[in-house]
């Protein structure tokens, strides 16, 4: 049972450099909010900060310069407003996503949808260590899920249909990777350079390059910081459900077997995560 210890200790409360203030951290699952929640949150930064607010690098607001003899009635103001503390320390930190299938062209994933199921799944869980968790709706990564403890893209695999490519080129001009080229009048795909972002099916003006395989690509392990690290490649999932299954998993096993005060990617051996690996692929494989 996690014990409350009340609102001043809670991750989403930082001491500021003149200790006589703290920094409230809220909670934005994929940095979303509404339009009264954010007239909300402006109502909040003026009666308990200092009349301003700062948007973070992880998609979330901070009011800063609260005094903690107010942090009481701000958390319930917070709360009211569906927008409550969030979490900074060793915890299950803001979940972030980028725009996904709303609104980006270039998004394979519903990225908004799968941010608020690990949200509502995971936020605030105390860890050993720090997990960042993000999501792209492609490969372009704007999100860095390389670069987090668990990051998540959307991918899909391209299918030409044989027999009725043009050999317009249009799609080896968008192709950024340079994977495909125009053989005999026909398109050719190179899958050991394709990165499986999608692009060339979406530049096609013929509609003749289909999504055969839309999935996501889980990652463990990276971080940002003064030495960034990527990511490793953990295993690939067909639905979103499984993927929230997936992370569940992998936090799991973090909670149950990392040691505090080393950062996620420098245990990632120690952790043995080839076994990890190997096993998650056989609990996946027996759910089929």
Not at 14 to 43: H, K, S
Request: with cysteine; charged share 25%; hydrophobic share 40%.
């Amino acid at each position: 049972m996690k014990i409350d210890f009340g609102v001043h200790m809670r991750g989403g409360v930082i001491t500021e450099r003149d200790a006589n203030f703290c920094t409230v951290r809220i909670r934005l699952p994929a940095g979303i909010a509404t339009v009264e929640q954010m007239r909300g949150i402006t109502r909040i930064a003026k009666k308990y900060g200092h009349g301003f607010v700062h948007c973070t690098s992880r998609q979330t607001i901070e009011i800063p310069h609260v005094s903690p003899s107010k942090l009481k009635t701000l958390e319930k103001a917070l709360a009211k407003n569906g927008t409550p503390i969030g979490s900074e320390r060793d915890e299950i930190v803001n979940v972030i996503a980028c725009p996904g299938i709303e609104r980006c062209k270039f998004a394979n994933i519903d990225t908004a949808s799968l941010a608020h199921k690990i949200d509502q799944k995971l936020f605030g869980k105390e860890m050993p260590v720090k997990i960042r968790i993000a999501i792209s709706g492609c490969p372009n990564a704007c999100t860095s899920p390389m670069l987090n403890e668990i990051g998540i893209i959307g991918r899909i695999r391209p299918l030409r249909i044989t027999g009725q490519c043009t050999g317009c080129g249009t799609c080896v001009k968008y192709c950024k990777e340079n994977a495909i080229i125009i053989r005999n009048g026909i398109s050719v795909l190179n899958e050991a350079t394709c990165v499986q972002c999608g692009v060339c099916v979406q530049s096609c003006p013929f509609d003749l390059l289909k999504a055969e395989h839309r999935h996501y690509l889980i990652l463990v392990g990276g971080r940002r910081g003064r030495h960034p690290h990527i990511a490793r490649e953990l295993i690939t999932i067909d639905n979103e459900d499984m993927v929230v299954f997936v992370v569940e998993k992998i936090v799991n096993w973090v909670y149950r077997r990392a040691w505090s005060g080393r950062l996620l990617s420098e245990q990632m051996d120690d952790l043995q995560f080839e076994t990890f690996r190997e096993d998650i692929k056989q609990q996946i494989a027996a759910k089929k």
